[in-house]
């Protein structure tokens, strides 16, 4: 699988390392993706996703609101 968070789409991006004297390499930026447990009203289970750590706070926030996630 992808290193890629299943909701907000976000995936490894590319550019350059830059050192003092200006000189380019090649470097990747990786989104910080977790596996994390939430429970499905609908189904009764707990479901595991790999979101980025940036939507686990949206996800506390949706579930505590009691919309869809």
């Given amino acids: ?4 968070c299943s909701r907000t789409g976000k995936k490894t991006a590319t550019g350059n ?3 003092h004297s200006r000189r380019a390499t090649k470097r990747t ?4 993706i977790q596996k994390t447990r939430i429970f499905d009203l609908e189904t009764g289970e707990y479901k595991t996703i790999k979101v980025a750590a940036s939507y686990i706070r ?4 949706r579930l505590q609101q009691g ?3």
């Fill in 1 to 4: 699988m992808s290193r890629q």
């Fill in 17 to 19: 390392n830059r050192s």
């Fill in 29 to 32: 930026f990786r989104p910080n």
């Fill in 58 to 61: 949206t996800l506390a926030k």
């Fill in 67 to 69: 919309k869809k996630v």
